[in-house]
């Protein structure tokens, strides 16, 4: 539980960054140009905006690689809807994004020794190392990941040791590192993952949200 408990947090953390990072952009790009020495005639300001403030419809932003703290993600993709900036502060109105996550960064934050693996057929699998009688065994776990009420699920369908010996079953203890069911914590309000498909260097994961807050 340990170990999934830190894949969820890393992936949490870095849809955190995604969509910081994208606001911030939308925010730079949003801005009013600076006047230039010809000015065309300025369309009449929407009645409700007060002077000053704006907004932005169908914004889009994507990189093929976006780094933060947490990690790299890569591909990613957000479109909102709409932007305001008010006097009483900022918003997306409604939002959707999706982004790679390599297993490489996930395996970093993970740590351990544990890998993952694509199968090829929409699946992964996950290995991990430990000792048992004073021998070092090799636990794998296939299955497919999943989104179910704003949780991300892994429970493999096929769980053993890799090269163990014949007959020897699986601890629950065990087996337990490898399922999980746990809500991804640190979302922003009013923003859930929505799908997440496996690839063959990492997680797509989607996420969508509507009346997002932002910071002033």
Do not use: C
Not at 48 to 56: N, P, R
Not at 73 to 81: P, S
Not at 82 to 98: H, L, P, W
């Amino acid at each position: 539980m340990k170990i999934a408990t830190r894949v969820l947090a890393a992936l949490g953390l870095l849809f955190i960054a995604l969509t910081i990072a994208a606001v911030v952009a939308f925010m730079t790009w949003s801005r009013p140009a600076t006047s230039a020495t010809t000015t065309p005639t300025a369309p009449a300001t929407p009645s409700h905006l007060a002077q000053g403030e704006y907004s932005a419809n169908n914004l889009t932003f994507a990189t093929p690689q976006l780094d933060t703290s947490s990690g790299t993600i890569t591909d990613v993709h957000l479109t909102a809807g709409n932007f305001v900036n008010t006097s009483k502060g900022k918003r997306i109105d409604n939002f959707k994004a999706n982004a790679l996550v390599p297993f490489t960064t996930v395996q970093n934050k993970i740590g351990n020794g544990v890998t993952i693996t694509p199968t090829g057929d929409g699946k992964i699998t996950t290995r991990t190392t430990f000792e048992i009688l004073g021998r070092q065994l090799t636990l794998t776990g296939t299955g497919t990941m999943t989104v179910d009420a704003g949780r991300l699920v892994f429970n493999p369908s096929a769980i053993g040791f890799h090269e163990g010996p014949p007959g020897l079953n699986v601890p629950e203890w065990a087996a337990g590192r490898l399922r999980f069911a746990i809500p991804v914590p640190a979302l922003p309000e009013n923003a859930t993952i929505t799908n997440i498909t496996t690839e063959n260097t990492g997680f797509r994961i989607h996420l969508a949200g509507s009346q997002l807050q932002l910071p002033s």
